[in-house]
């Protein structure tokens, strides 16, 4: 298995409150993807890191931030959390870009109230 | 992904074999992944097909067609274990848009 955690594996965390999420890998990799996963729609990316502080948006970026200060680690901050982030959240690490084979962490499941 | 279509549920009775369908936009189209994906856990890659054919990998295949924009998963000699969500990822632009999955739900 690919070497790829997430901390916090669960959150229950109120509305307006910043919360942060990390992907922490020891492979190596240069790209790393944070999804979110919510019944009904898949898993949707929200940000991606092509390289320390080279970061770029996904499809559902809106109210999330994220950082890439050294490889082996990607951070996902929601700045102010709302009802709607409430949802299952997967990091992923790919070798040699997005066309190639991605390894997805544990996830962690956050619940806002 | 609203661009990858793929039916929502599928039930087979164990020893069978599954075709799950998918079909996605070929527009910056460069290849197409298969995931299997048991309830509560992470996805795990299963296939990458990026040119037009069958591939083979034990009880699983992959087959593409990019004139078409679709693939299809094909599930052999099914067991108990393989019930689980199959997600269909499109590689375009250098990002994966994933199809909401297709739950496979496998019976004695």
């Known amino acids: 298995d690919a070497g790829i955690t997430q901390s916090p594996r669960h959150k229950v965390t109120e509305t307006g409150t910043p919360v942060t999420l990390r992907c922490h890998q020891t492979?190596?990799?240069?790209?790393m993807y944070w999804y979110r996963q919510d019944p009904g729609h898949g898993l949707r990316l929200i940000h991606y890191s092509y390289g320390v502080k080279d970061t770029d948006k996904g499809e559902v970026s809106d109210g999330y931030s994220v950082s890439r200060s050294k490889t082996e680690d990607f951070l996902l901050t929601l700045e102010s959390a709302t009802s709607s982030q409430t949802s299952v959240y997967f990091c992923?690490?790919?070798?040699?870009?997005?066309?190639?084979?991605?390894?997805f962490g544990p996830g962690t499941r956050l619940t806002v109230t | 992904g609203q661009n990858i279509d793929q039916p929502t549920e599928m039930t087979a009775t164990e020893g069978a074999i599954v075709q799950i369908n998918c079909t996605y936009q070929t527009s910056g189209f460069n290849g197409l992944f298969w995931y299997q994906q048991h309830a509560g856990e992470a996805p795990t890659f299963l296939s990458y097909n990026v040119l037009d054919g069958l591939e083979e990998k034990g009880r699983f295949s992959s087959f593409l067609s990019r004139s078409k924009g679709y693939s299809y998963l094909l599930l052999k000699e099914l067991q108990m274990k393989d019930s689980a969500s199959y997600l269909c990822?499109?590689?375009?632009?250098?990002?994966?848009?994933f199809g909401a999955g297709t739950q496979v739900v496998v019976t004695p």
């Open positions: 990822a499109d590689d375009s632009w250098g990002k994966l848009q």
């Open positions: 992923a690490i790919a070798g040699t870009g997005s066309s190639y084979e991605q390894y």
């Open positions: 492979e190596n990799h240069r790209y």
